[in-house]
């Protein structure tokens, strides 16, 4: 990775200026669906609450993270295909001055550029409606972006090495979804059979979810800066390898 | 290392496998200052394999490879920065305008806004694409998106540029549009590297260009003297009613002509003098349904060296 990196986060984010209703549509209209009708509609049903808090203010920092998952998740397949096959631009931007692991590490940063402005429209409208009931809400943006960070540095370095989109539909099905629903998202954890509850601890979404809902709940404890280490861990353990398999599709 | 100074490319040996299969098999070439070069070969020959190691975006698997003056495997960037790269599929930003895709190339080499702006007017100008500035590139014409590829190869104001079959799939129109783009550049002193399986495409913009077949260099010149070496002035083309009249014709073939090529579909008899053979092929009786004299070709040389034709 280069200085470079920057231009990769500038293409995506002209892609993004140039295209934002599509995005706009998946990232903030569709999460707020959900709100809508988890939060408010299903919320007014649970009168006792989850994990101690009105259903909604549980909710929010659930869908707040898991969209950035199903955001950033969904551009690290079919998209990095369209770069290296179908759309070829990965390999128009390997022909200059930038190296495959300027074009993989620009992937990652504009996932999480997108995941932060999601993040932030989706608490503006949330906060209004109960969503969030501490001060500390707005640091909250933080587990998202950097959830959106590691989804990318995960499946773009394992969309790269396919080589066509046939497995994509299943890593959604299999990966994403399942996580979606079961990272302490909608329910707490202990709600879970406890075989499965340890299992939580495997699922990057929940390292987000815990802290986002510390952060929009209550306040930070050693716990919330402890989930956020394991995705700093994962996205740097996984750097490396989609700097090799960039490096790999692109420059063969 | 030590090549040339005036040599831009200077290869020896340089060879490509991918596993087992051997794609380039040491070729030795170099690539002068201010000519248009070009590798002439049917697909598959190992053109592209070569160009994208001259481009710097495929290591070499042996030999020597210098490009400017650097190392690929150590200069990259460095040298990327200063060639240009048309590669054979046009991966533009379709979704993005005309505009944005040259600022955006633009950015890619860590040119400043300002500088871009100004180059991104005159290539727009160079490209005949003025009137589509600020319209998406999906919609564009095959030809408009070429002209665009092309002259996005152009922002970061390269010493070289790599073409890479640069007109296959045009219409001819569009392709002498294209032509006549890439003889200005050659004007402007820009080094030409191109691949092509047309052989008028490599006669009409080559100063000098080597014949590829199945990873290896058949040969080297400038296209009238690939000629010169290889066929005559002259090929008198006979088209039968059916294979056995060609086969009839065959021992006559040699009487009336220095050479000859029996193709699956026509006889070719290689002379000097195209008239005089077909005067003698009248007198011995033989008759074509059609005939026709014309000039020899790369097609030809192609033919004389391998045996085979270029589309096959």
Redesign the interface.
Known sequence: MSALVTRALERELLVYVRTWRGYAFSSLVQPLLFLGAMGIGLGGLVEQGAGGLEYVAFVTPGLLAASALMTAGAESLWPVMGGVKWMGQFNSMVATAMTPGDVYGGLVLAAAARALVSAVAFLAVAAPLGGTTSWWAPLAVVPPVLLAATTCAVLAAFSVAQQDDQKFPLVMRLGIIPLFLFSGTFFPIDQLPDALEAGVWLSPLWHAVEPARDLTTGSPGPGTLLHLLVLVGITAAALPVGVRNFTRRLTP | MAPGTDALVHARGLTKR?GSFVAVDGIDFEVRRGEVFGFLGPNGAGKTSTMRMV?C???ASGGELRILGLDPAAD???I??RIG?V?Q????????SVW?NFI??G????LPRPLLRERAEELLEFARLTERRDDRVDPLSGGMKRRLTIARSLI?DPEMVLLDEPTTGLDPQARHLLWDRLYGLKRRGVTLILTTHYMDEAEQLCDRLVVMDEGRIVDEGSPRQLIERHVTAEVVELRFADHELQEKALPVADEVAVRHEALADRLLLYTDDGDATRAALADRGIDAVTELTRRATLEDVFLALTGRTLDE
């Open positions: 991918f481009g975006v495929s290591p990259g960037p460095q990327r920065s790269v590669p599929e046009d991966n533009l930003d379709t979704e993005l944005d955006l190339y950015r890619y080499f860590g970061n």
